[in-house]
């Protein structure tokens, strides 16, 4: 079950935090973007769709953008009808994902153009893309950005 | 369209048949349409080209039930299948691009695996990009062509485009196995060396993946960090942190070794405040926040435990603290990580007044985001920084009006550890609102905490009565179990308060019996103070006018009634009985004993009997044995297993254990018999006492009785056999209630071997002297952790020994920490205290178990 494999990587890894998946759904629940950084079988990973959605969609604006979920947190925020989600550490530094999720949206808005949901679901690829560009092994990697936005431009003019 | 007619037409030629149109057809041209057809034919048949994947996610689309979509897919994955399977180069991009997209809505595609790596392996960029995706998204390390890939990731990290040996690095980053990052962890560590910024930044992050999958090569990437630091590309900057920080984390040898690095880091970060302003990296203002914020992280994880490095970040903490904009949430994150790291380090008493009071104004700012990790924060440092946190405290009381259920969760935990002899009165009142106000999933936490802190700091016992009765009919039913017994024996010893806690129970019993914790608590005092209500005595407030069959009334209800439970029912039939020595309607009593000794409840029916038969045979005891409770001394507070002991009367004395059980008793009644006598702690005290004859409905009580000379009235204590297990006889000698004298024990090392440590430190329990409290402290002076760290303990036959939970079971290398742990030791005989520990714990890799005696207890601990 999803709960003992995020838990047995807890234990191994006991003092190393970092983002567990980044998930982008819209209020239906159907999955815009799913990206791991820990392995899962399919119908783990499923499950944790599930469990994300359920958890993140009851809240309203009354709630903080913090949610307990298992032994980590979910940090999150709804953009339109777009829920971006990142699940991290419980030691993780809450407010500073929060500006890692928004420096994301912002690089997607500015690269579709004022981006809607639309764009995410034609254009899935190239949204990994830029998950790509601004994370790796867990970690934020590039936080700039006009470099990410070059970066992408290039990577756009060789298809 | 044509392929359909002109087929027909070809089979109607082959029977032989001719239809109307072509009747009259020469055979020539019936020869030459056949040659039409099948050019027709093949054309037709061959597969169209696959449909474009931004044609699919329409289609898909339109599709308006899971049936339908479902129906799309199959028919698409088939074409796709089949398209595979034709081994096409142009189109397999297109295909697995189609796939991956199901597989997003959730659909298997566990057949495109292969194709992934074709598509890796070949050289149009578009084509590796694809099945680098497909290659993350479709297959990880349980899949076997997983293995595959490292060819390929291999010759692409050294490919001529950037971009391509991006991608690997990418890949390999992020779900890159063991062996894989075994075998490519020397081109990884190539690349971290390359002037190409773009390509270090990955590299670095994969380096750091390659470390958690494979610590062992760790060693491997320490040359490429000697000049990280010195970047100036903030992403380069902000990803050798990131490694070095993994590394760090990792392995202490590498965290003594980066130690150096402070001064340069302290230095990054003043340039990074002082700087003006740097559009690429400006987030609301603030010059890389992200980086910042890492940094911070791995200064604290070197500073901790050290004092040199923390001194040397004082003063930049310090600046960052009080320079940053607060006026927007990246601002916070920064001041939150600052904070995070002065709490962590060895920062000076000055500094920490400084996060705590940052952590005091995110209280009060308007986004709850904020207000939570102030909470959360507030709740680690409370215990330290005791003073520092209470300044805050009516904010914090505050927040318990939150909307947010984990903001007021924390608040509540907070405001409990916050409370003390000088608020107490104030924050009752505010956690007693809470209380009555708070979602359903509070209320059993908090009642527990009111009672905790009631017990603690109450200041009088008259005020201690009435928050307990205020908790018990608002929140009566949340109540814990084990509350029930702690609240009668906090009854029991406010002797003053007898007769005014039970008026207050009788009124609250009048108006609400749903609520058993306090039904329970009310038939126990009824029972026990009965003939204080009766007759009016309350001094604390007016005396109510009740008549003895009033009274019978209520408990009688209780025992009709559908909201009780069963152990409330045993709670009113025993009050019923008491109350036969204390009122003088005794034949009432008896015809309601009489009833239930033919009740269905077995646990009922066992008491009725045996009230009967106290009735009917052993009438001359009854007065006695019914006798008012003495006080009861409490040697453990609100733990599971209680030490209880009387410090009675003589007279009483030996029968009150028969009353012990059925006290001690009420939340786990088991409908065994024989448990009606032994209670979870008065077990040691029955067991001795009870010759071995058999058991039979009632006869518990009678073989009890016959054990004892009772022959002559009541013996005293004194005859009772000597081979009673200490917690009887210790009550009799003569103690004070409340023992406050502790002459200070010192403290000694137990144990040194190995590099680890055992400390006992000592107190005395109190009220009971003769309850030794020792406090084991476990360090570690080796280089590694000492993990699963378990303590055992074993102490000759005349004493007992309880052993509390541990603080935690992993020692920290270099007496970075210590495990604590509690042992309380009864040592009734005044024994010399000795001592057998058994240490286990895991040691780099390898399990450790040493056996050893302790034998230099200090006198005092036992004396």
Not at chain 1, 53 to 67: C, G, I, Q, S
Not at chain 2, 159 to 179: D, F, P, R
Not at chain 2, 506 to 520: M, N, T
Not at chain 2, 712 to 734: I, R
Request: charged share 20%; with cysteine; hydrophobic share 40%.
């Amino acid at each position: 079950s999803p709960g003992t494999v995020l838990e047995t990587h807890c234990t191994r890894r006991q003092n190393i935090s970092h983002i567990r998946f980044i998930l982008i759904q819209n209020r239906a629940g159907k999955t815009r973007l799913a990206k791991w950084y820990m392995q899962f079988d399919d119908d783990e990973k499923q499950k944790l769709i599930e469990e994300v959605h359920a958890v993140v969609t009851v809240r309203d604006a009354k709630h903080t953008n913090f949610v307990e979920f298992r032994n980590f947190k979910i940090i999150y925020r709804r953009y339109a009808g777009l829920y971006f989600c990142i699940c991290v550490d419980v030691t993780d530094n809450n407010l500073a994902y929060l500006e890692g999720i928004h420096n994301f949206v912002e690089v997607l808005n500015e690269y579709f153009h004022n981006v809607c949901e639309l764009d995410l679901v034609f254009n899935f690829y190239k949204v990994y893309t830029v998950v790509d560009e601004m994370f790796l092994a867990g970690e934020i990697r590039e936080t700039s950005q006009t470099k990410v936005l070059k970066q992408l431009l290039m990577l756009q003019s060789l298809e | 369209m044509c392929s359909c007619y002109y087929s027909s037409v070809w089979l109607h030629v082959n029977t032989g048949e001719c239809n109307l149109a072509s009747k009259h057809v020469p055979l020539q041209y019936l020869i030459t349409l056949h040659w039409f057809e099948t050019l027709f034919l093949c054309v037709f048949q061959r597969m169209p080209a696959p449909i474009r994947l931004r044609e699919l996610i329409r289609t898909i689309r339109t599709a308006r039930t899971q049936a339908e979509e479902r129906e799309m897919i199959q028919k698409e994955c088939a074409a796709i299948r089949s398209s595979f399977r034709e081994e096409d180069n142009t189109y397999r991009c297109r295909n697995v691009a189609k796939l991956l997209y199901m597989h997003m809505l959730g659909y298997p595609a566990h057949f495109g695996q292969l194709e992934c790596l074709k598509l890796i392996a070949s050289q149009k960029f578009t084509d590796k990009r694809i099945g680098y995706l497909g290659a993350m998204l479709l297959l990880d390390e349980r899949q076997d062509v997983h293995l595959l890939m490292t060819n390929c990731i291999k010759n692409d990290l050294n490919h001529s485009t950037q971009y391509v040996q991006g991608l690997a690095l990418c890949t390999l980053g992020c779900m890159g196995s063991s062996e894989m990052c075994r075998d490519l962890a020397g081109e990884v560590e190539k690349l971290l060396k390359t002037s190409n910024s773009y390509l270090r930044k990955k590299a670095a992050l994969c380096a750091v993946h390659v470390i958690r999958k494979v610590p062992e090569l760790m060693e491997m990437f320490l040359p490429a960090t000697k000049n990280l630091l010195s970047e100036k590309n903030h992403g380069v900057l902000h990803t050798s942190v990131v490694l070095l920080t993994e590394m760090c984390e990792r392995s202490p040898d590498m965290l003594l070794h980066f130690r150096k690095l402070v001064p340069q880091l302290v230095r990054i970060l003043k340039n990074l405040i002082m700087s003006g302003y740097s559009p690429e990296h400006d987030v609301s203002g603030i010059s890389d926040p992200f980086l910042q914020v890492r940094i911070l992280r791995l200064l604290r994880i070197l500073g901790r435990s050290d004092d040199d490095s923390s001194e040397a970040m004082n003063d930049i903490l310090a600046q960052v603290a009080t320079n940053t904009e607060t006026s927007k949430n990246v601002g916070n994150a920064i001041l939150y990580e600052t904070v995070l790291t002065i709490m962590d380090i060895k920062s000076e008493s000055g500094l920490r007044v400084l996060a705590i009071n940052i952590l005091g104004r995110f209280l009060l700012n308007n986004d709850k985001n904020i207000r939570y990790v102030a909470l959360t924060s507030l709740l680690k440092t409370v215990q330290t920084d005791h003073n520092a946190v209470q300044r805050h405290r009516s904010t914090i009381v505050d927040c318990l009006k939150d909307l947010d259920v984990s903001i007021k969760r924390r608040a509540m935990e907070l405001s409990f550890a916050l409370v003390n002899g000088n608020n107490i009165r104030g924050m009752m009142k505010e956690l007693l609102y809470f209380l009555d106000s708070c979602d359903p999933e509070f209320k059993a936490d908090c009642a527990s905490g009111v009672f905790l802190a009631a017990e603690k700091y109450a200041p009088s016992k008259r005020w201690h009565i009435d928050t307990i009765m205020r908790v018990l009919t608002t929140a009566g039913s949340y109540v814990r179990d084990d509350s029930v017994p702690n609240l009668i024996q906090l009854i029991t010893n406010s002797v003053e308060m007898h007769a005014y806690t039970v008026q207050r129970l009788y009124k609250a019993l009048l108006d609400d019996i749903s609520q058993q914790p306090l039904v329970q608590v009310s038939s126990w005092c009824i029972g026990e103070y009965g003939d204080l209500l009766v007759s009016g005595q309350c001094e604390e407030e007016e005396p109510i006018q009740v008549t003895e069959d009033e009274v019978l009334d209520v408990l009688e209800g209780l025992l009709v009634s559908n909201l009780s439970t069963p152990v409330t029912r045993g709670y009113s039939l025993t009050a019923i009985m008491k109350l036969s020595t204390r009122f003088s309607s005794v034949n009432r009593i008896k015809k309601v004993v009489s009833i239930y000794s033919s009740s269905i409840d077995v646990e009922l029916q066992q008491r009725a009997v045996e009230y009967n038969a106290l009735f009917k045979k052993y009438d001359h005891m009854r007065p006695a044995l019914l006798e008012r409770m003495p006080i009861m001394e409490k040697t453990a507070s609100n733990g599971p297993t209680e030490i209880m002991q009387t410090n009675g009367e003589t007279e009483p004395s030996v029968p009150d254990t028969k009353h012990l059980p059925l006290v001690t008793q009420p939340a786990n009644q088991a409908n065994d018999l024989l448990d009606l006598l032994g209670g979870n702690d008065v077990v040691p005290v029955i067991q001795t006492t009870l010759p071995t004859k058999p058991a039979s409905a009632g006869g518990e009580l009678l073989d009890l009785l016959g054990d004892l000379s009772l022959s002559g009235g009541l013996a005293p204590a004194p005859s009772v056999p000597v081979s009673q297990p200490p917690f009887l006889l210790d009550g009799l000698s003569s103690q004070p209630l409340f023992n406050d004298t502790s002459a200070a024990i010192p403290p000694m090392t137990a144990y040194s071997k190995n590099g680890l440590k055992i400390e006992f430190t000592f107190e005395r329990a109190n009220p009971n002297p003769n309850i030794a409290v020792i406090t084991i402290h476990a360090t570690n002076t080796t280089e590694a952790d000492m993990t699963e760290f378990v303590f055992q303990a074993a102490v000759p036959k005349t004493f007992q020994l309880q052993l509390l939970s541990p603080s935690s079971n992993i020692v920290p290398a270099l007496n970075q920490g210590s495990v604590t742990q509690v042992i309380r030791v009864l040592n009734p005989q005044k024994q010399q205290l000795r001592m057998r520990v058994k240490l286990t714990y895991t040691h780099k890799g390898s399990p450790v178990q040493d056996l050893a005696e302790v034998n230099n207890f200090p006198p005092q601990s036992w004396q």
